[in-house]
């Protein structure tokens, strides 16, 4: 949305300004054409700036497919903005190509009247039939439509780098920075923040800090000087909680949360786990905070980790694993046996596309069932799901709580928008973080392994502590003093007994929220990643006046007390999920409300757009 | 206050749980419960400290008998079960009591590994060479033809040897002895309760209902002086019932010859536990029944940093580093900026 606009002069001529609300830059190109940084450099920079930001990564699934061909496509859109971003935006406005095959796969995206750069070096016949063009789009007027810059970025790049000592390749390495220094000039960004990052980056090698810092400016000013450019654009810092901020992409917010929640209850932070995208990034940044008495334990497989996991809340760490879909399947047995041990712990599921492999960078909501259902036996666990990329910092030390008050695994469904999304997050004031209260029976206390509270939790008797050894296992217990038991009846209680104990959790969850009015013609209950762009569309449809409301559930097992009476106060209701419907027949089941659903299975987020549509096809406007 | 219960002298008795044991009678696995029981009662060890971790089958029930802290988990994972317990607190002294169908089929990448890490940790591989608890499947270790239910006219898939598995696996303590001679077994215990590292045991243990007599050459009076080896540091291979029997190397391979005439102790091949190389432990690792008297002790000990000293090292270090790991100090790491 333009705000205003105005002319300026910008070295020797005059350009118009034009201010907007918001926009939504993407940069597309090779795997090794630095897009990711670029992209993340822009992200820092915006937010420095003052801006909100949302950001959408998106990787090949190869690491390193044939230079120049769509399988090795990679991508990195952010939004920026003076108001609250929801959601990395629906349609490209600003698109960076810097090659035929990025092009191919990105045009799609692009906003009807909106601005596309091209890397006008990498053309060649070679690259352009490598992306299965048959003629030269920039030359077949294709592209008409838009607002197309052609950029020499490789020669202008080459040039700038010339006199540094660098040479070849790693001039070409380069290049990413010209294409950001355009974009920072077209954008009016302040270049220090990336020049600071380049100096603390490459400090050791000056030849390559060099060469990166000549030519994002080379970039910047090719912007001010030539007179391609006849428009440049603001975006006014937006007016955000006052506070101190950082970035988060979920992955490290999730790390965080970890990491926090064993320091609030004094205890070594243990995550058992085995590789696997888009999980592997709570790791990486878990490593590195050994100082915190993080132990990372990099296991032969997912069936290990688990188990290691189990074994480590046996001795009274607080335990940890995360993976993806594929894992959390490797994991189903000794989850079970955690819920049979009861004992505290937290499974991370970052969902991607399933089924099998699927698609590993993608993002989906199709572990839901799984997480629920997934394992033999009646065998309850609570389910909690973060919101937004920051939410994933809350819920990580909320699993822990619940999972420690309620000694019971917890199981925690994030997925790869939310892991690799980035956002402001408002570091938070230490004492304003919950509480988590931890004890373990001593001796002298008159000790029965299975012997439950009021919440019907059992205590926490850890090995080390003298007279109160004990034996637990997969096996049935009977109730109180956890003896292997075959009893039918015992049974029946345990089995009851487990599923209450999850069902009281719902006495320590926050309620269902609902945002807009109370009751109305329609409400669209989501759950999860979706958060972003439900709320934007239902906000958006608000404000033309539609009686649309939207609540969403970041507890799925068991789900807030409230849930029900919410539901019954709207005459529709639309659940929105990426995938075929998982929560849709539970709340129809449960409720017995005539819910709809609204499914997207692309591997990609809803566009806020596409939710929209949905709301007033559903209220026949 | 309590009672300082490590320096009570505990008996046998004391590590015993009130459970009733349910192994069938006869089981090899009653003789190896007493001396486990009877080993930590004279090594000064606490029952509070001390972690018994198992899988699944009968050898897996093992942790209910014993009144230490027990985890018996799910079929194969064990090692990776205690690996967690010994990680979260490295002061546990940490047993896992498995099988031969739990530690090499189903629990085989879990073993390897665990072995490679050289957690200071006991593993005790009761080999039956059968799958009791699923009431008589043939196993990884069964030899190749055995009948069983599952194979009635015999198996088609060749066996593996549990000590050349984690020789390959660079473990740094194996040794295997065998359920009725209870001496060699409590000294074979010891000897791995003391070993700082992994600590591979396997012990040849009957299973009188599902394969009854399968070491019978290993234990009967007539048979067992030639079949068997006693492995002595830095003493040469010497068997036989008059100890007129050696193996000595002919090239790479070894060979049985008697001792007497022109043949002397100092040509035999001598037993070293410490050697760097694993390749003299691997060699007795394949001296199998009938071509060869079955080795019986400590095959190898050897010294190597263990995994979870060096984990807490690298947690030490990080913390004389940033003496400050303060939540604040947490938050406020990377690029921050200030919204007034
Ligand atoms: C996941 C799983 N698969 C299969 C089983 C069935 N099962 C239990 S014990 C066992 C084999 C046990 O053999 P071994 O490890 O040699 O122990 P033993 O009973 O001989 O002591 C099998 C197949 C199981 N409990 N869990
Ligand atoms: S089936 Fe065999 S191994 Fe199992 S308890 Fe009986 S005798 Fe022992
Ligand atoms: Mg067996």
């Known amino acids: 949305m333009v705000v205003k606009t105005h002319t300026e002069n910008s070295g020797t001529r005059q350009v118009e300004i034009v201010g907007l609300e918001s926009t939504i830059v993407r940069f597309c190109g090779d795997s090794g054409d630095g897009m990711q940084l670029a992209g993340t450099q822009l992200t820092n920079t915006s937010a420095i700036f003052g801006n909100d930001v949302s950001t959408l990564p998106d990787f090949p699934a190869e690491i390193r497919a044939p230079v120049g061909t769509l399988a090795g496509v990679s991508g990195f859109q952010l939004a920026f903005g003076s108001k609250k971003l929801r959601t990395p935006g629906d349609e490209v406005d600003v698109l960076v190509a810097m090659n035929p095959a990025a092009l191919k796969t990105n045009i799609g995206d692009l906003d009807s009247d909106g601005t596309l750069i091209v890397n006008e070096d990498a053309f060649t016949d070679g690259n352009l039939s490598k992306a299965g063009y048959t003629s030269n789009p920039l030359e077949n007027g294709e592209l008409d439509k838009y607002r197309v810059f052609r950029i020499p970025i490789e020669k202008l790049n080459a040039e700038a780098c010339k006199d540094t000592g660098l040479t070849g390749r790693a001039i070409g390495r380069c290049k990413n920075f010209f294409a950001l220094g355009v974009i920072y000039w077209l954008y009016g960004r302040p270049m220090e923040p990336t020049l600071d990052w380049i100096n603390s980056k490459f400090g050791s090698k000056p030849v390559v800090a060099e060469a990166n810092t000549k030519t994002l400016k080379a970039g910047y000013y090719y912007g001010e000087t030539t007179e391609m450019f006849t428009v440049k654009y603001t975006v006014a810092p937006a007016k955000i909680e006052a506070g101190r901020y950082r970035k988060l992409t979920g992955n490290e917010a999730m790390a965080l949360g970890l990491i926090t929640a064993a320091k609030l209850a004094k205890k070594p932070l243990f995550y058992g786990t085995y590789p696997i995208t888009p999980a592997s990034d709570i790791l990486h940044e878990l490593a590195h905070h050994k100082s915190y008495d993080v132990r990372t334990f990099q296991a032969e497989d997912e069936i290990a980790a688990m188990a290691s996991v189990v074994g480590a809340a046996f001795a009274g760490a607080f335990a940890a694993t995360g993976s993806s879909g594929p894992g959390i399947a490797l994991k189903g047995e000794a989850i079970g046996l955690g819920i049979m041990a009861e004992l505290p712990m937290v499974i991370i599921n970052v969902q991607r596309g399933g089924p099998s492999t699927g698609l590993p960078t993608k993002t989906e909501q199709a572990d839901l069932a799984q997480a629920l259902w997934g394992r033999n036996g009646e065998s309850p666990m609570c389910i909690l799901a973060p919101r937004s990329p920051g939410d994933c910092f809350d819920i990580a030390i909320e699993a822990f709580r619940l999972a420690v008050e309620f000694m019971t695994p917890v199981m925690v469904l994030s997925d790869g928008y939310l892991a690799n999304g980035a956002e402001p997050w408002k570091i938070p004031d230490v004492t304003s973080l919950p509480k988590i209260t931890v004890t373990h029976p001593s001796e002298g206390s008159d000790f029965q392994p299975y012997r439950r509270d009021k919440k019907l939790a059992r205590p926490w008797a850890i090995p080390g502590t003298a007279g109160l050894q004990h034996r637990i296992g997969g096996l049935e217990k009977q109730d109180i003093t956890g003896d292997v038991c075959y009893d039918p009846k015992n049974h029946e209680h345990m089995i009851r007994t487990r599923r209450q104990k999850i069902d009281n959790i719902a006495d320590a969850i926050a309620p269902l929220e609902v945002f807009g009015e109370d009751s109305g013609e329609l409400l669209l209950l989501g759950w999860g990643g979706t958060y972003g762009s439900i709320t934007a569309a239902v906000e958006n449809a608000q404000a033309e006046g539609l009686s649309v409301s939207s609540a969403h559930l970041r507890h799925l097992d068991p789900m807030p007390k409230n849930t029900g009476d919410v539901l019954r106060r709207f005459k529709k209701i639309l659940i929105p999920e990426l995938n075929m419907g998982q929560l849709l027949p539970i709340i129809r089941g449960r409720y017995l409300v005539d819910a709809i659903g609204f499914n997207k299975i692309q591997g990609k987020p809803f566009m806020i757009s596409e939710i929209e549509d949905k709301i007033k096809e559903m209220l026949g406007n | ?340």
Not at chain 2, 80 to 99: Q, R, S, Y
Not at chain 2, 176 to 197: C, M, P, S
Not at chain 2, 215 to 222: H, M, V
Request: proline share 5%; charged share 25%.
């Open chain 2, 1 to 340: 206050m309590c009672a300082d219960t490590a320096t009570v002298q505990l008996t046998a008795k004391d590590f015993g749980s009130d459970q009733d044991v349910r192994w069938c009678p006869g089981c090899g696995d009653y003789a190896i419960l007493s001396q486990v029981k009877k080993v930590l009662s004279t090594l000064g060890v606490s029952r509070e400290n001390t972690v018994f971790v198992s899988g699944i089958g009968c050898s897996s029930r093992f942790p209910y008998y014993m009144n230490t802290y027990g985890f018996h988990s799910i079929h194969g994972r064990a090692p990776a079960v205690a690996t967690g317990v010994k990680v979260a607190n490295p002061e546990l002294d940490v047993w896992v009591v498995t099988g031969d169908g739990d530690a090499l089929s189903i629990g085989g990448n879990h073993f390897l590994h665990a072995i490679r890490r050289n957690l200071n940790i006991n593993i005790l591989l009761f080999n039956n060479r059968i799958y009791g608890l699923t009431k008589g499947q043939y196993s990884p270790t069964s030899p190749f033809g055995k009948r069983t239910k599952s194979t009635p006219v015999g198996s088609v898939d060749y066996p593996l040897y549990p000590l050349s598995v984690a020789i390959g696996a660079e473990a740094t303590f194996v040794a295997r002895t065998i359920d009725v001679n209870v001496k060699h077994l409590a000294y074979v215990l010891e000897r791995a309760a003391q070993h700082k590292g992994i600590s591979f045991v396997e012990i040849y243990q009957n299973c009188n209902i599902f394969n009854d007599g399968a070491f019978q050459y290993a234990t009967g009076k007539e048979t067992k002086n030639d079949t068997t080896l006693f492995l002595e540091d830095k003493k040469p291979l010497i068997f036989g019932g008059e100890k007129k029997k050696g193996i000595r190397l002919n090239g790479m391979n070894p060979e049985i010859v008697e001792l007497g005439g022109d043949i002397t102790e100092d040509d035999l091949l001598f037993h070293d536990e410490k050697l760097a190389e694993p390749s003299l432990a691997y060699l007795l690792s394949r001296m199998h029944h009938p071509e060869f008297p079955e080795p019986m002790g400590v095959f190898r000990c050897v010294e190597r940093p263990t995994y979870e000293n060096m984990l807490v090292d690298q947690i030490d270090d990080a913390k004389k580093k940033n003496s400050d790991a303060s939540l604040e100090n947490l938050f406020n790491e990377g690029d921050t900026w200030d919204v007034k």
